[in-house]
């Protein structure tokens, strides 16, 4: 087998999937795509346009109009990528508690996931690129060569969202955090299904950097076999 030209990563909210991907980019050289920007670039433009997250007409045609540009860290402050739009720094904006509040309702929308699935599928198309999202392997890029499914505890997807917030400056309680990720558990349901031909990693009482190796692991045992 050669190496595979895209790589997906689907699991639910908070379960590691977007450090794991940039980890997993960086060691192979591809490039690292966090379809989920899209989504909570998306979902941030509509707040401040004072677009509801139920209203599906307008977020449609706010997918279809917006400039929104996923581009390598600009800035050394800990981000994973620059997100700009209509030429604005919006990277840590897209964290802010109502973004993360809202994204599942908007992101939950056909129409608005059909809207957006283009731009993605054209990214992952380059080849040599790691994609980080739900849906990304049964849906978007159902025929990538492979798909990697990450799981963890709710318990530890909420104590690592927990510690995200803490290390920026925000203020957040543990509670709050782990019932809001409760809430997108359900709101992101539909949308994160294991892909029948997924790699499966329970990331709980592991790091980023031990899963990495592991998947290099049987990533080059595939490319020998």
């Known amino acids: 087998m050669l ?3 895209i ?5 639910p909210a908070a379960s590691g999937k977007s450090t794991l991907g940039a980890l997993l980019a960086k060691q192979l050289g591809y490039t690292y795509f966090d379809t989920g920007v899209l989504y909570r670039a998306l979902t941030y433009l509509a707040l401040a346009q004072g677009i509801a997250p139920d209203d599906v007409p307008a977020l449609v ?3 279809e109009q917006m400039n929104a540009h ?5 800035l050394e402050d800990g981000r994973q990528y620059t997100v700009t739009a209509d030429g604005q720094d919006i990277t840590w904006a897209i964290r802010e508690p109502e973004v993360e509040r ?3 309702a908007v992101s939950a929308h056909p129409a608005v996931r059909t809207a957006l699935r283009e731009q ?3 990214i992952g198309r380059r080849g040599r690129v790691v994609m980080v999202g739900r849906d990304i392997g049964n849906v978007v890029m159902p025929d990538a ?3 990697i499914f990450l799981l963890a505890s709710a318990e530890e997807r909420a104590r690592r969202r927990h510690h995200e917030l803490i290390s920026q400056g925000r203020e957040a309680s543990f509670e709050q955090v782990f019932e809001d990720l409760r809430r997108r558990d359900a709101l992101d349901a539909q949308n994160t299904l294991q892909p029948a031909d997924a790699y499966i990693v329970n990331s709980d009482g592991l790091s980023p950097a031990d899963i990495v190796g592991k998947l290099c692991a049987v990533l080059e045992q595939r490319t020998r076999g």
Not at 7 to 11: A, E, F, L, Q, Y
Not at 70 to 74: A, D, L
């Open 7 to 11: 790589i997906t990563i689907d699991g």
């Open 120 to 122: 993605q599928r054209v």
């Open 70 to 74: 996923v581009e390598p860290p600009t």
């Open 145 to 147: 060569d492979f798909k």
């Open 61 to 63: 045609r706010l997918a």
């Open 102 to 104: 809202h994204v599942s």
């Open 3 to 5: 190496q595979p030209a």
